[in-house]
């Protein structure tokens, strides 16, 4: 990494809620940012845990058998395998931290898929 | 992870600048938390990038040919292999992602080598 990323001059450059963009990588990890507005689509990760921090607004993780709600400085890591779809009210801002070539729909086919774009 | 992680809550259970407390994991990824005041000791990392989010203050990350500043809501990898000594004038908290087994001084030798401690 040569430069410093500022992440909310970052969030000026996504597009659609759920259109993730990558702001760098940690060894073989991307770093993501994803605006999160709406539910997503439930998915697991067989292979990986999944790092989400919120950055502004609030996401509802929703799991099988509950719901994480996390504000903003608030942080949970899905653990592999566990079925989870995001939602949010309003716009939230959200950090992503996953393996690079990790899915972001996971096992789930959906027009949702996106591409690993860097930005 | 259990419980989803409030970072404001784990800073106060941190004790001085520059011991770190350990507030989840993603794969044989620590999540940790720092405060940091001062300078801290000119070290690198030969097998691992090293990833900073500061949360709260301003972190300047001391490299041998330039300074990155870091302010609240900015990240900053260094790469392998780069020596980097960070210091803060006022206390800052500070977000670090590397693996499990990462030693916060690197290759350098300190007092200030810090054990992997869970908060």
Redesign the interface.
């Known amino acids: 990494?040569e430069e410093?990323?500022?992440?909310?001059e970052k969030f000026e450059l996504l597009g659609e809620p759920y259109s993730p963009g990558i702001?760098?990588?940690?060894?073989d990890?991307k770093?993501q940012i994803v605006k999160v507005k709406g539910e997503f689509v439930w998915h697991r990760h067989d292979d990986?845990?999944?790092?989400f921090?919120v950055?502004k607004g609030r996401l509802t993780i929703q799991l099988r058998d509950r719901d994480?709600?996390?504000d903003a400085?608030?942080?949970?890591?899905?653990?592999?395998g566990v079925e989870h779809c995001p939602r949010a009210d309003e716009e939230t801002h959200v950090?992503l931290?996953?393996?690079r070539g990790t899915r972001n729909t996971g096992d789930t086919e959906s027009p949702l898929m996106a591409a690993e774009v860097e930005i």
Request: glycine residues 6%.
């Open positions: 990494m410093k990323v500022n992440l909310a702001v760098g990588y940690v060894n990890y770093l990986t845990d999944d790092f921090l950055l994480v709600v996390l400085g608030e942080l949970f890591v899905v653990p592999k950090l931290i996953e393996p």
